[in-house]
């Protein structure tokens, strides 16, 4: 078995297979006319990426001028491959309640599998591209296949929030463009013309000679333009209505995995910048930013009334933090900032698998409409509160644990940052738990007739994701491995 | 080829044609003078890239050209000017700001551009130093096209305006890598093909393109 494995094409390069799996399924979707079995060909496609990204801890590929891994960008790739398979599994169970509620055509579902994949495929090419230009692209086709599927259910409402996101994204990543276009002219001079004055891998080494006047307005390019996709305050705009109008499922990957993913690109501009040593210092921008987000998204978290958009103003918050954090830098900061990421990713999916089952179920988005979750539905209501109280920040949760360390490095370095930290994090908490108990108990609210009884199975394998990410999340906040931890050290280091 | 003073004067001449034209847009007021416009920078565009081409020795530019000639300056106008015809769109464009202080405010981002980027760029090639202010401006330009305009159509003109500045910049920094050239073409088409299919969506549900019909819907249901 093990040697007729070695002997399929790729087995020394995982990375071809998980962009290639990803790719060719999203053509093979794109065909496949029957939509239960779409489903699960989503979910084996997604499942093979995941368990091809675990080869990567093994196999080490060597660096091309395409692709690399190293200690950075693997964490993402699994995380990313991981999220992808579970958020497949739950959405077999959420498309087939769509479908039976006649939402949905078997033309749009069609669509949805194939650009599920083809959003995958993007999202792990931008992480694993050791190219600037191909980093780019990724992006931009990742900005493509989202809107298509924001749009996916055609309401008034969708194609504005779709029309925003396309509008307020395609800027940000035009003007990332031309951050990326200046970091080639700073490395052009040094490294000489063509493809090695964009790798990644390369351009770390040279980064000293590079020109820092250059550098610095490149980053400020890099910076609003990814930072849009990160959903930054000031240019947050298009989040909040792409996460409520889409599918949920897309939801989860959007707040879970694509705002890493444009995190992960200012990240890498910023360790060039920090490795040159003569510019201004990147973390300023990143704490004011991150800070200025955290507190919009927590005193907008109080007025929501829709559910979903509450979530979406959540990931604000959250990636406000982790901004915040490796703003701050050294190897604490960023430690925290990388646990963070991971936690955030796997919380606030578990919440979006959460809320598309209560949404089916109620057939509401309205908070003020869903009551009692918990002792209607228990096994749901539960996972909710655990999940939400889980993003809030309360222990033992990892997300508390990633937090605290956020916290208590600041206070450590500048006490000052600490208390509109703190003081953003707690607004936020009382809004989220205050939300959550209307939700969660009282008399129950009656169940929408549209999407019909949901079967036992069904049920069962929505509710399997949830509950393995917040397991995962709960271990972390106990418990984390020596090896996890020495590796996130290393990490750190890396990032400066 | 060396680059001589000729050539210098080309490439100038070359790239403040785009960013003129990119001031041509902002005061236009017919939507399909806007096109014309629009088709007009594309055209300058592409004898830009060709002219780098030429002079920087690097045929795969030439590719580049070529496309900026068939799919921006023919293709991309003539479909717009479809589409606006068989969605009988206003043909008269609104803007949010008055045509004097927009030329204001576009006056305004290039001596900005041209503050930032040429003390930054001391050290690099006087060639590359120049057509990058310019290809700024053309991007600025573009942004405040695309915020002063109301309708959708030219809203989306002003954002291809925007990609004529980036196509500019990355056309000029020497010997930059041919993948981003055609992946940013490829990803306009794919743009492209989303704006009619976005057209299409927003033609069956309203009554009109322009966006501030649209914006009835912000922010939250309570």
Known sequence: MISYLSSLPGADNPLLWILGVPLGSAGFLAVLKDWRVATWVNVAAAAITFASSLLLLEI??????????????????????????????????????????????????????????????????????????????????????????VSLYRTREAIEAAWKYFILCSVGIGLALFGTTLVYLAAQPVMGDGADAMAWTLMMGHAHAFQPDLLNLAFVFVLVGYGTKVGLAPLHAWLPDAHAEGPTPISAVLSGLLLNVALYAVLRFKMLISANGNTLTPGPLLVMMGLSSLFLAAFMLYRRGD???????????????????????????????????????????AIFFAVGIITQTTGTKRIADIRGLTASHPVLGWGFVI???????????????????VVSSTFAREPLLAVPLALGLLLAFGALVSRLQMMAFGTPSPDARRYGKASPLSNALALTPLWVHMLLVLVAGLYLPKPLVVWFQSVAKLLG | MPITQLSYDMAHLIGATVLMAGFQLLYQRRLFAVLNTFAFQALALAAAAAWQAHIQNAPHLYVTAAIALLFKAMIVPVALHWLVEKLGIHRTVETAM?????????????????????????????????????????????????????????QVVGFMALENGLILAAVSAKGMPLVVEISIAFSVLVAMTLFGIFFFRIRERFDTLDLSDLETYRGDRQ
């Open chain 1, 60 to 149: 080490r590929p060597v660096p091309t001028r395409l692709l690399f891994i190293d200690d950075f960008n693997i964490y993402l790739v699994i995380l990313t491959a991981f999220v992808g398979m579970t958020t497949a599994l739950f959405s077999a169970a959420y498309i087939a309640r769509e479908s039976e509620a006649n939402h949905l055509s078997d033309l749009h579902l069609r669509f949805y599998h194939s650009m599920y994949q083809a959003f995958l495929f993007t999202m792990l090419l931008a992480l694993t591209a050791n190219n600037t230009g191909v980093m780019w692209v990724a992006v931009e086709a990742a900005t493509l296949t989202t809107v298509l599927m």
């Open chain 1, 307 to 349: 559910i979903k958009r509450l979530f979406a103003y959540s990931s604000i918050e959250h990636m406000g933090v982790i901004t915040f954090a490796f703003g701050m830098g050294g190897p604490l900061a960023n430690f925290a900032g990388l646990m963070h990421m991971t936690m955030h990713s796997l919380t606030k999916s």
């Open chain 1, 387 to 405: 999940a939400v109280l889980g993003i809030a920040g309360l222990p033992p949760m990892g997300v508390f644990m990633s937090e605290f360390l």
């Open chain 2, 98 to 154: 008055s045509i004097g202080w927009t030329m204001m405010a576009g006056v305004a981002l290039v001596a900005l551009s041209i503050l930032l980027v040429l003390p930054v760029t001391a050290n690099a090639a006087a060639l590359t130093r120049e057509s990058l202010a310019l290809a700024m401006s053309v991007v600025l330009l573009g942004l405040l096209m695309m915020i002063t305009r109301r309708n959708a159509v030219s």
